[in-house]
């Protein structure tokens, strides 16, 4: 495209202190407007009371406490999961270790390989 000269070139600096300058001023209908609004919300903010809080019985707030059926349900299995270990060790192969016979083969496992060193 071609300019002709014709066209005016304008300047953004001098547009933005046009638009500076010339800054629009609202009128008191427009703030009354808004005062009246923030007025009408103000006083339904305060016509709403807060609702009475009813009282749980001990169980129900013990419930909501914990968590509901999904922490009941881990409870019951971590406890039952307890119980069956602490039945079933009586059961359980017991092998009896003395820690004062403990050897070199038990305390060292890399106690053969000093035997390679020797060759060479």
Known sequence: ?????DEKTFD???????????MPQPDDALFAA????AQSVLADTQAVTSPVLETL????QLWSDMGGWPSFVGLTTAGLVGVWIG??????PTQTINPFSATAELTDPFSGLDLGLLEG
């Open 1 to 5: 495209m071609t300019h002709s000269d």
């Open 12 to 22: 953004l600096d001098d547009l933005f202190a046009t638009a500076r300058s010339e």
């Open 34 to 37: 808004i005062l009246a609004d």
């Open 57 to 60: 019985p001990w169980y129900k």
């Open 87 to 92: 039945i079933s060790a009586d059961q359980l």
